[in-house]
């Protein structure tokens, strides 16, 4: 599983990176960014929590 961050969309919350810090980081410009080239098994189901709770879907699957 791979996943992107839509940095426009990205409206910088916090959700996604205080829950799957292991994926998802902030950038320069205070926008979350997938971290991690292929996401680790056991942070499937957080990512794809993460992917439906974003506010403004910022974040699809690649
Ligand atoms: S959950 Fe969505 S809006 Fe919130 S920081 Fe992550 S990508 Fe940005």
Known sequence: M???VIAEDCISC???VNN?????SWDDDEKAE????????D???A???ALNSCPT???EKV
Not at 20 to 24: A, H, L, N, S
Not at 34 to 41: F, G, L, P, Q, S
Request: with cysteine.
């Open 47 to 49: 990512t794809e929590d």
């Open 20 to 24: 799957v810090p292991e994926v998802f």
């Open 34 to 41: 997938a971290i991690t080239d292929e996401v680790a098994v």
């Open 2 to 4: 791979k996943v992107k």
């Open 43 to 45: 942070k499937e189901a």
């Open 57 to 59: 879907d910022a974040i």
């Open 14 to 16: 916090g959700l996604c």
